[in-house]
């Protein structure tokens, strides 16, 4: 073979094999086959992650509302008394949240995890902010009354129907679906509540009989107020705003409480208890440093429960956060018997008990609920995949 001829030949099969290459590259990033990157997915990793972030958000409002009622209660036992300034602590610790607007995320995500083009108008967002803070300082003065004139126990245990409100509000504005664990959880909450304004004589409390049935309806409709406040929530997130990130909730909270606390100023001032905060804080029983603690305390574990609370509206639906704020029934009669030294009698045993089974229920059926999500989409997922490759 003539030298020429060999360098033709040369040359012709190095362009067969960068061909070749070429076209094994081009195989690669086009084949369905997992690379090592994809093959250390697991499907069960999102649903930790949404799990860890509902417990987080539980975790939150548990707690804070726990440790806000018990503080409730302890201030007008120690002789506090204005219902506005308890009143105005529920809203006032939102600046406190201010920081968090900083560090928040800036891209705001949908539950798909794309960002929308079209955004509410400010007309609309600041009407139903608007409307959300004056609906919330109305049932703040409500359940204001009821903790003041009932023990912390009976408070949390009557209100636990606020579960009960939420599921017939979201069946009519959510189209929630009542299954017979809910609605077997809904009417032993009820009769949880019920049972306790038929023993207003063993009650412990040194408050007339009048003032203990004003408490207890005072406290039912607060939570009727809140069960339809938070399924409007549900319905404004989902089809207004449509976002999920850290930062919209806490702008949330802000701007409702920011609403909330100014008419609560306009009503401390207008009905002249500004005039006497003085005197109730010289003459609080445990000191003028316990009082201001009281106060400011509360006001920061309110803001935990409202974050807790919004975020698992948002998370998850209206209803499972409600069931969350249940969960304080068995935690607020325990902790008012150690630190404020409530009676606990076999009425409100029995009503604790009925509510943790009420609440057990619900749970089951929100089990057998993911259950069956999770067995779809691992049903959906092979039929995909085999469509993929044909």
């Known amino acids: ?33 997992p690379t090592n990157e994809n093959a250390n997915y ?39 008394k204005s219902k506005w300034v308890a009143a105005l602590v529920q809203f006032a610790g939102f600046v406190i949240l201010l920081p968090f607007l900083l560090i928040s995320p800036k891209r705001p995500l949908t539950e798909e995890g794309y960002q929308r083009p079209n955004k509410p108008s400010a007309i609309l967002l600041t009407s139903i902010y ?11 003065l409500l359940s204001i009354v009821g903790l003041q004139y009932l023990p912390a126990s009976t408070y949390s245990l009557v209100s636990a129907s606020q579960l009960a409100f ?45 003032k203990y049935i004003l408490g207890f309806l005072c406290t039912v409709a607060a939570s009727a107020s809140s069960a339809l406040m938070v399924n409007l929530a549900q319905l404004f997130y989902r089809q207004v705003l ?75 639906s209206s209803l499972f956060s409600s069931v969350i704020t249940t969960l304080t029934i068995p935690i607020v009669p325990v902790g008012a018997a150690i630190f404020l030294h409530d009676k606990m009698n076999g009425i409100k045993v029995m009503s604790l008990l009925l509510a943790i089974w009420g609440f057990v229920s619900y749970m089951y059926q929100h089990y057998l609920e993911d259950f069956k999500s999770r067995n779809e989409t691992a049903s959906v997922a092979p039929e995909d995949s085999s469509n993929e490759r044909c």
């Open 42 to 80: 697991h499907p069960a990793v999102p649903l930790v992650q949404k799990w860890l972030k509902i417990g987080l958000y539980s975790l939150f409002g548990l707690s804070g509302a726990s440790v806000a009622t018990l503080l409730g209660s302890f201030y007008f036992e120690k002789g506090g």
């Open 1 to 33: 073979m003539k030298p020429a001829d060999l360098v033709i030949s040369n040359m012709g099969e190095t362009r067969e094999e960068q061909m070749q290459i070429v076209l094994v590259e081009e195989t690669k990033e086009t084949s369905p086959i």
């Open 242 to 316: 449509k976002k999920a990130t850290f930062g919209v909730i806490i702008k949330l909270i802000i701007y409702q409480s920011l609403i909330a606390s100014c008419a609560m100023v306009v009503g401390l001032f207008a009905s002249g208890e500004w005039k006497g905060l003085r005197k109730e804080m010289d003459d609080y029983e445990s000191g003028k440093v316990s009082y201001v603690m009281t106060l400011v305390w509360t006001a920061i574990c309110w803001q935990l429960s409202s974050i807790g609370s919004v975020g698992l509206i948002f998370s998850v």
């Open 130 to 140: 608007l409307s959300f803070g004056v609906f919330q300082a109305g049932g703040s």
């Open 166 to 210: 939420t599921a017939l509000f979201s069946f009519f504005i959510n189209a929630q679906k009542l299954t017979p664990f809910i609605i077997n959880s809904l009417v032993v909450l009820l009769i949880s509540s019920v049972l306790l304004v038929v023993n207003t004589s063993s009650t412990g409390s040194s408050v007339s009989k009048g």
